[in-house]
């Protein structure tokens, strides 16, 4: 399959230059809450991160644990009754959540799960895509056809001017979520967030949308940043990983080293889900129980209920994030974080 470059833009830095330079977005104590009859939920409960030019940082966690309200929020996209209650999003050296979303529109882009939701049915693809051009570019006529052909051309849909007419449900889920990447690169974004964007695709169709992803960020110098509860796809893909449990980071680390020294009994269960990690003849382990809303203020641990290492200090006092290492940047919100051998990350080794 052969992929463009994105025309207009330059090949960047690796990741591991990336972190040289100023943070492309930076969130600190970000609080979402959604007020609704029946109860306040912390949906967003005090995280902090952030994403250097050029790399790819996951943000992990099961269905619940607050990673698409993140998502939202970074994007200014948070629905009534959520509210971003307080904390930052600096992008660019500005707060968004003081001067408002309007400046950094044309710079930040998102790709949602599902393409068959993202894109409208009765509008042609090309429609879609020299719309946004004309929004975030002022593209319009000829010149809006010829960047739309490229943009297919860079996601690596065939015979782009024919698919330029055709409608969404002409598209295979894959191309359609190509599609949906080059409608996001069309305002020529430095941050693109990816919000399980290969959940609704086969194994196949996922790989490539991986490498697809691979191959823009290193043609565009572009952040990503990667939202998933599948910490395969984080393994493929993450310089850094956070890892997100009812609303609050529980572990931060760069990815090589989570998976090789996870420490916190939360990423443990995350990681041992993995299929591969568990010796064939085992069942694929499950974390029993749900992830809790968080509709009330951390008084506790609140991953202290599913936890098998769960002590009586779990219960009665929230773990601050502690440094499990010099010169790794690699924290961990639990009692036992930094121990010896850690309590979870010598089983793994
Ligand atoms: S603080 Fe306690 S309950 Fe929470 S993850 Fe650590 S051991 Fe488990």
Not at 80 to 93: A, Q, T, Y
Request: aromatic share 4%; proline share 7%; glycine share 10%.
């Amino acid at each position: 399959m052969s992929r463009g470059a994105l025309p207009g833009q330059t090949g960047g830095e690796t990741a591991s230059t990336s972190r040289d330079r100023e943070p492309l977005l930076s969130v600190s104590d970000l609080r979402t809450v959604f007020y609704t009859e029946r109860e306040t939920i912390h949906a967003v409960d005090g995280i902090s991160f952030d994403v250097h030019p050029g790399e790819t940082v996951g943000l992990v966690g099961e269905s619940g644990s607050g990673k698409s309200v993140t998502a939202r929020s970074i994007l200014g996209l948070v629905d009534e009754p959520g509210v971003i209650e307080s904390g930052e999003i600096r992008f660019k050296g500005e707060d968004l959540v003081e001067t408002g979303w309007d400046d950094a529109r044309g710079d930040l882009a998102i790709v949602f799960q599902d393409p068959g939701n993202s894109l409208n049915p009765v509008y042609t693809v090309g429609n879609q895509l020299k719309e946004a051009l004309s929004i975030h570019q002022g593209l319009t006529g000829a010149a809006a056809t010829e960047r739309a052909i490229e943009l297919l051309e860079a996601v690596g849909i065939p015979d782009a001017p024919r698919r330029l007419e055709e409608y969404p449900h002409q598209f295979s889920g894959g191309m359609a979520q190509r599609a949906v990447i080059a409608i996001a690169l069309a305002c020529d974004p430095d941050l693109l967030v990816c919000d399980e964007p290969t959940t609704a695709l086969d194994v196949t169709i996922q790989a490539q949308i991986l490498d697809l992803l691979a191959d823009l960020q290193r043609e565009a110098d572009l952040a990503i940043l990667f939202i998933t509860h599948d910490m395969g796809v984080i393994e493929e893909t993450a310089d850094r990983v956070n890892v997100i449990y009812a609303g609050d980071i529980v572990e931060r680390a760069p990815t090589d080293r989570l998976f090789a020294d996870p420490e916190h009994p939360y990423t443990e269960a995350l990681l041992e889900s993995i299929p591969g990690r568990t010796p064939p003849e085992k069942r694929l382990p499950t974390i029993e129980g749900e992830v809790p809303t968080p509709n009330g203020p951390a008084e506790a641990c609140r991953f202290a209920p599913r936890c098998p290492l769960a002590v009586e200090e779990c219960r009665t006092a929230v773990p601050d994030p502690v440094e499990v290492s010099t010169g790794v940047d690699h924290t961990a919100a639990c009692v036992f974080a930094g121990d010896e051998g850690g309590q979870t990350g010598g089983e793994n080794e």
